[in-house]
């Protein structure tokens, strides 16, 4: 008969989900696809279980991410990715509560993958999907549980740094963030691998440059600082100042380059890092909040650490610095993030879509 048939169905999945809403751990899937990273974390409550990164090397030969390529590689590692988080978790699949995904920004071909993949397999599983801001995730990665690091308190502010944004978050609750300063042009990131690629550096430059300017002379050269009013940055001035230094004095010294490039890099870095603090300290003093934080793949710069943790003794701040691993783009951060739509009941549609400029 239909109608026992559909009752008996209907009962099955009535028990199924009440059992997921009635034990006390969450467990949530995430994935993180923006750029060349794949990316797949499990998270229990607050606790990262796993968290497994594809890195993609076929950009560094083109010295930049070709989005292209990106997508392909993206399609050939997120099975395999998320399989293995699965497996490092010690879960079964039928333990997943949810699946968090990074829905953008990014570049729309890598979010696409993430995204469908998302979808897919959350209806395979019947259970829902979780649409996370990228950015969120950066913010959000200090609330992974960690013995040795205390979380953030709200309000606080954050500096976000990567390779396409740069901004200064006010940051009033889990899901309740307001970008008080952005950049108008380019990001802080993509000034350091710019300016690593005028060097001659290989890709990604930024980390090449962190590491050159440990060995250099930080006011050695001087280069010119953006006037913007607000919170607001500007990073395009930057490189075109840098750009005609290099050719200036490689005219007189076709071996400027090789000779100075520590001192160079130290410069660059520091000229990048003041200009991030000038807009920092104002926002900090003038909305008075001692709580600030640091997130993005810029974050994990030695030099920034650095200078958060000096301006705090300084300013009596209280310091928020990411773990490395939490830093770059990474899904356990998305996971996370997840875990707070979830406790919201803030799912997403199978119809939503990839976006590659997403607000936060």
């Given at each position: 008969?239909?109608?026992?048939?559909i009752?008996?169905?209907?009962?099955?999945?009535?028990?199924?989900r009440?059992?997921?809403?009635?034990?006390?751990?969450?467990?949530?899937?995430?994935?993180e696809?923006?750029?060349d990273?794949?990316s797949?974390?499990?998270?229990?409550?607050e606790a990262?279980?796993?968290n497994?990164?594809?890195?993609?090397?076929?950009?560094?030969?083109?010295g930049?991410?070709?989005p292209?390529?990106a997508?392909?590689a993206?399609?050939?590692?997120i099975?395999?990715?998320?399989?293995?988080a699965i497996?490092?978790a010690n879960?079964?699949?039928?333990?997943?509560?949810a699946i968090?995904?990074?829905s953008?920004?990014g570049l729309?071909?890598s979010l696409?993958?993430g995204?469908?993949f998302?979808?897919?397999?959350?209806l395979?599983l019947n259970?829902?999907?979780?649409?996370?801001?990228?950015m969120?995730?950066?913010?959000?990665?200090h609330?992974?549980?960690?013995k040795?690091?205390?979380?953030?308190?709200?309000?606080?502010i954050?500096?976000t740094v990567s390779?396409?944004?740069?901004?200064?978050?006010?940051?009033?609750d889990?899901l309740e963030?307001?970008?008080?300063?952005?950049?108008i042009?380019?990001a802080?990131?993509?000034?350091?691998d710019?300016?690593?690629?005028?060097?001659?550096?290989?890709?990604p430059g930024g980390?090449?440059?962190d590491?050159?300017?440990?060995?250099?002379?930080?006011?050695k050269?001087?280069?010119?600082k953006?006037k913007?009013t607000?919170y607001d940055?500007?990073?395009?001035?930057l490189k075109t100042?840098?750009l005609?230094?290099?050719?200036?004095?490689?005219?007189k010294d076709?071996d400027?380059?090789k000779n100075n490039?520590n001192?160079?890099?130290?410069?660059?870095?520091?000229t990048?890092?003041?200009?991030?603090?000038?807009?920092?300290?104002?926002a900090?003093?003038?909305?008075?909040?001692n709580?600030?934080?640091?997130?993005?793949?810029v974050?994990a710069?030695?030099e920034?650490?650095?200078?958060?943790?000096?301006?705090g003794?300084?300013?009596?701040w209280?310091?928020h610095?990411?773990?490395f691993?939490y830093?770059?783009?990474?899904?356990?951060?998305?996971?996370?993030a997840?875990?707070y739509?979830f406790?919201?009941?803030?799912?997403a549609?199978?119809?939503?879509?990839?976006?590659s400029?997403?607000?936060?």
């Amino acid at each position: 008969m239909v109608f026992p048939t559909i009752l008996i169905i209907f009962v099955i999945q009535f028990t199924q989900r009440y059992l997921k809403l009635a034990k006390k751990d969450i467990i949530i899937l995430g994935i993180e696809s923006s750029c060349d990273d794949t990316s797949a974390s499990i998270i229990k409550n607050e606790a990262i279980y796993s968290n497994v990164i594809a890195s993609q090397k076929i950009h560094e030969e083109y010295g930049g991410v070709v989005p292209e390529l990106a997508s392909r590689a993206h399609q050939q590692n997120i099975l395999p990715v998320v399989d293995v988080a699965i497996k490092k978790a010690n879960i079964s699949i039928s333990d997943i509560d949810a699946i968090a995904f990074t829905s953008g920004p990014g570049l729309l071909g890598s979010l696409i993958v993430g995204t469908s993949f998302a979808k897919a397999m959350a209806l395979g599983l019947n259970i829902p999907i979780i649409s996370v801001n990228h950015m969120h995730g950066h913010v959000l990665a200090h609330f992974i549980d960690d013995k040795d690091k205390e979380k953030p308190t709200f309000p606080f502010i954050c500096l976000t740094v990567s390779g396409g944004h740069t901004q200064i978050v006010l940051v009033k609750d889990y899901l309740e963030m307001e970008v008080i300063g952005t950049t108008i042009d380019d990001a802080a990131g993509e000034a350091f691998d710019k300016s690593a690629k005028l060097l001659g550096l290989s890709y990604p430059g930024g980390p090449l440059i962190d590491k050159m300017a440990q060995s250099g002379n930080p006011n050695k050269y001087s280069f010119t600082k953006p006037k913007v009013t607000g919170y607001d940055y500007s990073f395009s001035g930057l490189k075109t100042n840098i750009l005609q230094f290099l050719n200036r004095e490689k005219k007189k010294d076709p071996d400027f380059i090789k000779n100075n490039i520590n001192d160079i890099c130290a410069s660059i870095q520091k000229t990048i890092i003041d200009i991030l603090f000038d807009k920092l300290i104002e926002a900090v003093e003038e909305h008075n909040i001692n709580e600030v934080a640091i997130a993005g793949g810029v974050s994990a710069n030695s030099e920034l650490r650095a200078r958060l943790v000096s301006e705090g003794k300084k300013r009596e701040w209280k310091t928020h610095i990411p773990k490395f691993e939490y830093s770059t783009d990474n899904a356990a951060m998305i996971a996370i993030a997840g875990r707070y739509h979830f406790l919201k009941n803030d799912f997403a549609k199978q119809s939503i879509s990839a976006s590659s400029r997403l607000n936060i």
